[in-house]
């Protein structure tokens, strides 16, 4: 499993972005696919997970109605879209999989469940 996140950027508060996790082929079938972050001095958080079998999705409590994922299999390509950013949202955001139970929706959003990590991308939000 690879995977490859891109969408990163300098962003005004207010101001959307719209991350990108590339992932080798068929792992969107069988892996869910979270999205974490790290801030300097701060433990890599969750953000938002996607559940391979479904469209579910789960988002931490500070991005719930800002943030968006969503996947495209046939593009083998997870996205986090993020509106309304704030300051604090200023992190390095990373994509990982979790194989997860055969069978069910599974969309953890522990670190300590997923397996397989991409490198991050810088997002900066000013304000």
């Known amino acids: 499993v690879q995977l490859q996140a891109s969408g990163g950027g300098l962003v005004q508060a207010g101001g959307s972005l719209r991350l990108s996790c590339a992932a080798s082929?068929?792992?969107?079938?069988?892996?869910?696919i979270g999205w974490f972050r790290q801030a300097p001095g701060k433990e890599r958080e969750g953000v938002s997970s996607?559940?391979?079998?479904?469209?579910?999705?789960y988002y931490a409590t500070s991005v719930r109605g800002r943030f968006t994922t969503s996947r495209d299999n046939n593009k083998n390509t997870v996205y986090l879209q993020m509106n309304n950013l704030k300051p604090d949202d200023t992190a390095v955001y990373y994509c990982?999989?979790?194989?997860?139970?055969?069978?069910?929706?599974?969309?953890?959003?522990?670190?300590?469940?997923?397996?397989?990590w991409g490198q991050g991308t810088q997002v900066t939000v000013s304000s």
């Open positions: 082929r068929n792992t969107l079938d069988y892996y869910a």
């Open positions: 996607i559940s391979s079998s479904d469209d579910a999705t």
């Open positions: 990982a999989a979790s194989a997860g139970p055969s069978g069910g929706s599974w969309y953890p959003l522990s670190i300590y469940e997923y397996n397989y």
